[in-house]
Antibody, heavy 118, light 108 residues
Framework: QLQLQESGPGLVKPSETLSLTCTVS??????????WGWIRQPPGKGLEWIGS???????YYNPSLKSRVTISVDTSKNQFSLKLSSVTAADTAVYYC??????????WGQGTLVTVSS | DIQMTQSPSSLSASVGDRVTITCQAS??????LNWYQQKPGKAPKLLIY???NLETGVPSRFSGSGSGTDFTFTISSLQPEDIATYYC??????????FGPGTKVDIK
């Protein structure tokens, strides 16, 4: 059974860089069939797609976040990562990693809350 | 970017009622539309893909229809465990992989 698990600091200071890692188990991140994505959800609000990456390193980013987002992949560790720079309180959210298959997200991590505060 | 709207934003219905949610895209997305269920404190769960296909293991009381710009999600007989927020998501035009604003479903 495929599992995804987010990890990283739960508290980030304003203007700093948020860094999260998603570890994939029960399957290979190098499968040619899938992209791997990050989605976030501010408290009490809806879902916002951040971006996705292919095992080769090809990426898609949300234009509204593109200038601050970097998604990378480490196939040797079966992980992919998110970096979001220059964070503000508006970036406080639950961050999910997920597997994208033909446009749908079929496996999700449990989510991790990241709070931006000094 | 393609914009997604959903209506209503929330609804209350009785157990056994038929519940319908609509999702509208700002431009033609063919059938590239998925529906997710999110319960409080949990990750979203895929229910319907490609507008009308039921994900494996999802109860048959859930269904979807539509194409182009107008889509419908239906729960044929609302159950207590269906209390959740439901999101549509388009993937015709990337990026971004847009989600709708969500519809919160409660029991009356």
């Amino acid at each position: 059974q495929l599992q995804l698990q987010e990890s990283g600091p739960g508290l980030v200071k304003p203007s700093e860089t948020l860094s999260l890692t998603c570890t994939v188990s029960g399957g290979s991140i190098s499968s040619s069939s899938y992209y791997w994505g990050w989605i976030r959800q501010p408290p009490g609000k809806g879902l916002e797609w951040i971006g996705s990456i292919y095992y080769s390193g090809s990426t898609y980013y949300n234009p509204s976040l593109k200038s601050r987002v970097t998604i990378s992949v480490d196939t040797s560790k079966n992980q992919f990562s998110l970096k979001l720079s220059s964070v503000t309180a508006a970036d406080t959210a639950v961050y999910y990693c997920a597997r994208r298959s033909d446009g749908l997200y079929d496996y999700w991590g449990q989510g991790t809350l990241v709070t931006v505060s000094s | 970017d393609i914009q997604m709207t959903q209506s209503p934003s929330s609804l209350s219905a009785s157990v056994g009622d038929r519940v319908t949610i609509t999702c509208q895209a700002s431009q033609d997305i063919s059938n590239y539309l998925n529906w997710y269920q999110q319960k409080p404190g949990k990750a979203p769960k895929l229910l319907i893909y490609d507008a009308s296909n039921l994900e494996t293991g999802v109860p048959s009381r859930f269904s979807g229809s539509g194409s182009g710009t107008d889509f419908t999600f239906t729960i044929s007989s609302l159950q207590p465990e269906d209390i959740a927020t439901y999101y549509c998501q388009q993937y015709d035009n990337l990026p971004p992989n847009t989600f709708g604003p969500g519809t919160k479903v409660d029991i009356k």
